[in-house]
């Protein structure tokens, strides 16, 4: 029996109605939406989503973070392909967010709770990231669950948290692009000696790959919570793909983000994830330099529009796929004195972020400019495997689903 067609193939219902969007822009950028809404206020809850009932299947989370301002992305024309992804799905341009640092506020997204870092910056989340939530609650297996970070070390704290019954026997598969697709490990890897036989200097080299890899390893007693020995013979040899012709050529301003997505698309296509979460940071360069933030920005929306390609190009992954797209938060209104842009005034600018959503169960073509949370992204994400994150944490999306 065929599928029924789904809206968003429908041509007149893909126009986004990009006047709301800017009217919404406006009103956030003048402090005008929802006068006094303090940050945190309790979300609607909706009814409780049937996992069943959902299409979707599989969820990509793309932090598109360092920093990033609605108006030098949806309300510039520096994102075309995000903008391709709002006009067939959801844009929320009042996300409020809170500035505890970069890596603060990216951990609240990934743990759907308004996380405190302060000098902790190179502590795990507190509580049970969504990789570990969907690990335990849902049952996926460590090879559906992905993380593509930028690389810096900060960001191996996202695959799991110290949360009591969670850790590192759920975390995700984590790849951190800069930190294995450079020239040094390309060498060691596949240059002259690398990986040719079995011998102990191949192992040394594979001892190497997996150290940086830092996924969850089989267990010795063969348990159920690590990769399996198949699974981990094909991550290896992904990675030696990418070393000989993919990521590691990557190169330039923004590389490490565009690595990171260059790999999250080809492990999408290789290894089907449930949930595979993306980190960028590369765009706070605009501390010292606007233009090359505005660069950077535009480089991760190219790239963010082959990883959409690639997801609408495989009839498959089309139709069981949503994406979710934020940063972590925005960026001052005014310039600092180089004429970068800092984060830490506290403006509309900085604390309202927008979530761009798309996907086989999320309505087509609207702007919401009602205010939701980034700690709200994680549960949604979570209803749509039909489990919960956790008390503290933020609120299934309201008016998101179709
Ligand atoms: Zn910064």
């Not at 986004?16 to 919404?24: K, N, P, V």
């Not at 929320?92 to 809170?98: E, G, H």
């Not at 960028?280 to 233009?291: C, E, I, K």
């Amino acid at each position: 029996m065929a599928r029924p067609t789904r809206d968003r193939r429908t041509p007149d219902r893909r126009t986004l109605d990009r006047r709301a969007l800017l009217r919404g822009g406006a009103a956030l950028a003048a402090g005008a939406l929802l006068p006094g809404a303090a940050l945190g206020a309790p979300a609607l809850f909706p009814a409780p989503v049937l996992a069943g009932a959902r299409k979707t299947k599989r969820v990509i989370l793309v932090v598109f973070g360092g920093g990033v301002r609605s108006r030098e992305t949806i309300l510039s024309d520096n994102v075309p392909n995000m903008m391709r992804m709002a006009e067939e799905g959801v844009v929320f341009p009042n996300t409020s967010v809170r500035n505890n640092g970069h890596y603060g506020a990216a951990v609240s997204i990934i743990s759907g709770s308004f996380e405190v870092f302060g000098i902790r910056e190179n502590s795990r989340p507190v509580e049970p990231t969504v990789f570990e939530v969907l690990r335990r609650e849902a049952g996926l297996s460590a090879a559906d669950v992905w993380l593509s970070t930028s690389g810096s070390d900060q960001e191996t704290n996202y695959a799991y948290s110290t949360a009591p019954g969670y850790g590192s026997r759920y975390a995700a598969n984590l790849i951190g692009g800069e930190g294995i697709f450079n020239a040094e490990f390309k060498d060691l890897v596949v240059g002259e000696g690398g990986l040719r036989g079995v011998d102990a200097k191949s192992e040394a080299v594979l001892g190497e790959l997996r150290g940086a890899m830092r996924t969850p390893l089989p267990t010795i007693d063969g348990g159920d919570f690590g990769n399996s020995a198949e699974t981990t013979a094909r991550i290896e040899s992904f990675i030696l793909d990418e070393l000989r012709g993919g990521a590691s050529e990557i190169t330039g301003l923004g590389a490490s983000d565009a690595k990171a997505m260059h790999v999250a698309r080809n492990l999408m296509s290789i290894f089907r994830p449930k949930l595979l979460g993306v980190t960028l940071r590369n765009p706070d360069v605009a501390h010292g330099s606007f233009n090359d933030y505005v660069t950077v920005i535009r480089r991760n929306d190219e790239e963010l529009g082959k990883l959409f390609d690639a997801v609408r190009g495989d009839p498959e992954l089309a139709e069981s796929t949503a994406i979710l797209v934020l940063p972590e938060f925005g960026r001052d209104r005014d310039f600092n004195a180089r004429r970068g842009l800092d984060h830490g005034d506290n403006s509309d600018e900085l604390m309202k972020v927008a979530l761009v959503a798309w996907g086989p169960d999320f309505k087509s073509g609207k702007v919401d400019t009602r205010e939701i949370r980034s700690i709200d992204v994680t549960p949604t994400i979570a209803s749509l495997f039909g489990v919960r994150m956790g008390g503290r944490t933020g609120s299934v999306i309201p008016g998101l689903f179709a």
